[in-house]
């Protein structure tokens, strides 16, 4: 796979990562609704120490659904969500699938937390769907 690329909204901040992605997914969590604005979050799990950050990130750390905590990272300019951490996945980094310069290649394979996805959303296509978090 060819280097990840992104950003945020109004470009100070910049990553890019050399690596496969652990997963590609939805979470459909009450945080994950919250952070993004939206009926869920679509994200690229990657390992944290092949991503790298340029500009600086603010972040909020809160317990998520899941009981532990998850430390939510956005720009501190234009205030665009760009990456989580989550304890519950530890050494990776969950990229805003939005944030990237190419999506094209971005095809979820799983769903989490499908018991609070919004009524309203209908996904196709062949997903693992789960109605927490896998353990």
Known sequence: ????????????IRYSADAEPAFVGLCHCHDCQKFTGSAFAAVIGLPKSAVTVTGALKGFTK?????KPIKRLFCPECGASVMDEAEAAPGLVMIAAGTLDDTSWVKPTTQIYCASAQSW???????????????
């Open 63 to 67: 317990r998520g659904d899941s009981g």
């Open 1 to 12: 796979m060819p280097t990840i690329t992104g950003g945020c909204l109004c470009g100070k």
């Open 121 to 135: 959303v209908q996904l196709s296509g062949e997903m693992k769907s789960f109605d927490r978090t896998p353990s």
